[in-house]
């Protein structure tokens, strides 16, 4: 009777894990989306994208190669600085990469010609991030892996989570630059404009930013069939 109950709740718990995935790679192919049209406006990036594009000037790899390298790299950096990451985690690191070559490729979003349709793509992407992000965090698997770095960071120097962030953004988009990342007025919209695009999807969603999230050690008791996910 007892086994009968934990292969129903391991069921029960299967389900609802399966079914946060449409809107975890939703919210993954938006955020994706989301940085070619930032790519393709042609009037700067934002500073990881910066870093990402610059990189991809001195090897030979594509756009999402370098973003999965360099997700790799944050991820490992910040589990080693005490953060723990989650299947959404892992999935930001691999997929969000995947997709933006395959949005490339299929030619999914155009290069626009002009400045006005410069600034319309630009404001796209920035919107098209926001509402990503939303999708994906709100299935509490994990948030991204730069995210993750952050808040190592944050636990390790005792430090303001805006001077972290404000610190890690200024010398990513530094590297990025010397290594030939675009860099524009565009690079600027996009640091007053972004946090205000995802808080608003998230204010619109109702999704707590301070919700938690299950970490894959967690993750794995969840679908034994013990614990809960918030």
Same mark, same amino acid.
């Given at each position: ?72 790299? !944050? %991820? &490992? /950096? $910040?589990?080693?600085? +005490?953060?723990?990451? *989650?299947?959404? @985690?892992?999935? #930001?690191?691999?997929?969000? =990469? ?73 010398? !990513? %988009? &530094? /590297? $990025?630059?010397?290594? +030939?990342?675009?860099? *524009?007025?565009? @690079?600027?919209? #996009?640091?007053?404009?972004? =946090? ?35």
């Amino acid at each position: 009777m007892e086994e009968g109950k934990i292969r129903e709740k391991i069921v029960e718990n299967w389900v609802s894990f399966l079914g946060k995935m449409p809107s975890l790679f939703l919210g993954l192919f938006l955020f994706a989306a989301g940085l070619v049209a930032n790519l393709n406006s042609r009037l700067g990036m934002s500073p990881w994208g910066v870093l990402t594009i610059g990189l991809t000037n001195h090897v030979s790899l594509t756009f999402g190669q370098v973003s999965q390298l360099v997700g790799f790299a !944050v %991820l &490992a /950096i $910040g589990w080693a600085l +005490g953060f723990s990451p *989650g299947m959404g @985690t892992l999935a #930001n690191m691999y997929f969000i =990469g995947l997709f933006i070559d395959l949005i490339i490729a299929w030619g999914l979003i155009p290069v626009p010609d002009g400045l006005v349709l410069q600034f319309a793509m630009l404001f796209v992407s920035i919107a098209l991030i926001g509402v990503g992000s939303y999708f994906y965090m709100r299935v509490r698997l994990g948030t991204g892996p730069r995210d993750g770095l952050m808040m190592g960071l944050v636990r390790r120097l005792d430090y303001p989570v805006a001077a972290v962030r404000g610190t890690l953004e200024v010398t !990513v %988009l &530094a /590297i $990025g630059w010397l290594l +030939g990342g675009p860099v *524009g007025v565009g @690079t600027v919209i #996009n640091a007053f404009t972004l =946090g205000l695009s995802v808080q608003t999807a998230f204010r619109l969603g109702g999704y707590d930013k301070n919700a938690e999230h299950t970490n894959l050690l967690k993750l794995f008791g969840y679908l034994s069939g013990k614990g809960s996910m918030p």
